[in-house]
């Protein structure tokens, strides 16, 4: 696992920033860099790393799975963040970013190894439970069968030439981490930045999330002209824009 680590925490007591990307990317995309940037002006610290079988990190990408990421997250976070964060989730970053505060709340309660607590959450076009309700219930019944048969699918790419792997194992690890089936017990600030062209997540799935979260501190910014990756100019304005409530 590689992970790349900004200046330590500021003087002021400014919460750190840790970085959760997507679903077959890594911690050098535009908004990761552009966050990196900023923390650095700012002299606030910024954690991100890439999960395994992404970016640097060793290990195959088809035995990845959202538990298996989760864990990734859970131990850089306890490992090496200092003091409060900012945890800022991407895609399938924004459903591993409520995990990780689920599990973090959970070693709380029974009061296991402390780590930092999280300041505030900030999710960009969060895929939340995206292997079942933005996947598996889209796809076609001979690509089900395949998947099932042969224990992987070839999924052709809209942001590469290559495709890559959906996995038997992806889909049904997915569903022991399935979250929007009750209530989110989120127990900080959530800022959502949600684009309304968005082909991959809807922004109908972002105003379900938001009925899900427990806590009144939730903002959704809608973009009506935004994509999925919100990686423009003007979304790295309105992302840094929410970091900064924090």
Not at 48 to 62: K, N
Not at 170 to 179: A, F, M, P, S, T
Not at 195 to 223: F, K, N, Y
């Amino acid at each position: 696992m590689r992970l790349r680590e900004g200046k330590s925490q500021a003087p002021d007591g400014a919460p750190g920033l840790f970085w959760l990307g997507g679903f077959h990317s890594d911690m050098k995309g535009t908004k990761a860099e552009a966050l990196d940037g900023w923390s650095a002006e700012q002299g606030r610290a910024c954690l991100r790393f890439d999960y395994s079988g992404h970016g640097e990190s060793g290990g195959d990408f088809m035995q990845g799975t959202i538990g298996r990421w989760l864990e990734e997250s859970l131990a850089v976070y306890t490992e090496f963040a200092k003091g409060p964060q900012v945890v800022i989730g991407s895609s399938m970053g924004g459903w591993l970013a409520l995990l990780l505060a689920q599990r973090l709340r959970e070693r709380q309660e029974k009061q296991q190894a402390v780590a930092p607590p999280i300041a505030g959450l900030v999710l960009i076009a969060p895929a939340v439970d995206f292997t079942e309700a933005l996947m598996w219930r889209r796809l076609p019944k001979p690509v089900k069968r395949e998947i099932e048969e042969k224990g992987v699918w070839m999924r052709p790419s809209a942001y590469g030439e290559e495709p890559y792997p959906i996995t038997k194992g992806l889909i049904e690890d997915g569903r022991e981490h399935l979250i929007l089936g009750g209530l989110i017990e989120n127990r900080c600030p959530v800022h959502i930045l949600q684009g309304v062209q968005d082909p991959d997540v809807p922004w109908q799935h972002a105003i379900e999330l938001v009925s899900r979260l427990s806590s009144d501190d939730v903002v959704l910014t809608l973009i009506k002209d935004g994509d999925h990756r919100l990686s423009r100019p003007e979304d790295i304005e309105r992302l840094i824009a929410a970091v900064k409530e924090f």
